[in-house]
């Protein structure tokens, strides 16, 4: 226990720039307040104490906007940053040295039992209001863009982003070089070339105009 408390504590000093000493991360960070809460809470429910640890939890939340069902499974080095509005559910399975951002949500996608939320590999950051549903599973080393809506297996070392998320890049984990896999659309970018496009056209049309204008004034000229 208190050697990951030591794990959790250093993952803000490495991870968080804002962190400037003891105090203030004991005092101050909800991030950590949640992980505490939830140490003691899974402590207790793998046990079968009935009723205790949702107590604790519903605490939890309360304290911090922090949701960690006292079933899930959580390593060392787990760092919530700002925290706000993070569910986690009671079946999902967190490996160490992961990162979550505010508003993130590891959730299931209906009613059913046993296994229904995501797996969780070492080394992942999960970017702000990444919503990440059902028994899937995210590779070690992975990153998911901010507002990601996960709803399929990432393979390790990769990128996912957009609504449904995709894999647009891959990351080797020996060099550390990154292969871009897929290039996302840029509706702005296609707008502005439509828009370039159209007004080409238009130029060219009018100069057509102009030179069948002066062709007829030529005309007129010749005829008096």
């Known amino acids: 226990m208190f050697s990951t408390?030591?794990?959790?504590?250093?993952?803000?000093?490495?991870?968080?720039?804002?962190?400037?000493?003891?105090?203030?991360?004991?005092?101050?960070?909800?991030?950590?307040?949640?992980?505490?809460?939830?140490?003691?809470?899974?402590?207790?429910?793998?046990?079968?104490?009935?009723?205790?640890?949702?107590?604790i939890s519903h605490l939890s939340r309360f304290l911090t906007g922090i949701e960690i069902h006292p079933g899930a499974r959580i390593g060392k080095g787990f760092f919530i940053d700002h925290g706000m509005g993070v569910v986690i559910g009671e079946t999902a399975e967190i490996g160490d040295n992961v990162t979550l951002y505010q508003g993130v949500t590891l959730g299931g996608t209906g009613k059913e039992r046993g296994k229904r939320h995501p797996t969780i590999g070492n080394n992942v950051v999960i970017s702000a209001g990444a919503k990440i549903l059902g028994a899937i599973t995210i590779g070690d080393g992975s990153k998911i863009g901010a507002g990601a809506v996960v709803l399929r297996d990432v393979p390790p070392y990769s990128t996912a982003v957009g609504v449904p998320a995709r894999v647009v890049a891959r990351r080797d984990p020996v060099t550390g070089s990154t292969t871009r896999v897929e290039h996302l659309p840029d509706p702005e970018y296609e707008a502005i070339q439509e828009l370039r496009q159209k007004v080409a056209e238009l130029e060219a049309r009018l100069r057509e105009l102009e030179q069948k204008h002066q062709s007829v004034r030529e005309y007129i000229s010749l005829t008096r």
């Open 5 to 55: 408390l030591r794990a959790d504590i250093k993952a803000i000093f490495e991870r968080d720039p804002a962190a400037v000493n003891i105090i203030e991360v004991l005092l101050a960070y909800p991030g950590l307040h949640a992980i505490l809460f939830h140490r003691v809470a899974h402590w207790l429910y793998r046990r079968g104490v009935p009723v205790i640890p949702r107590l």
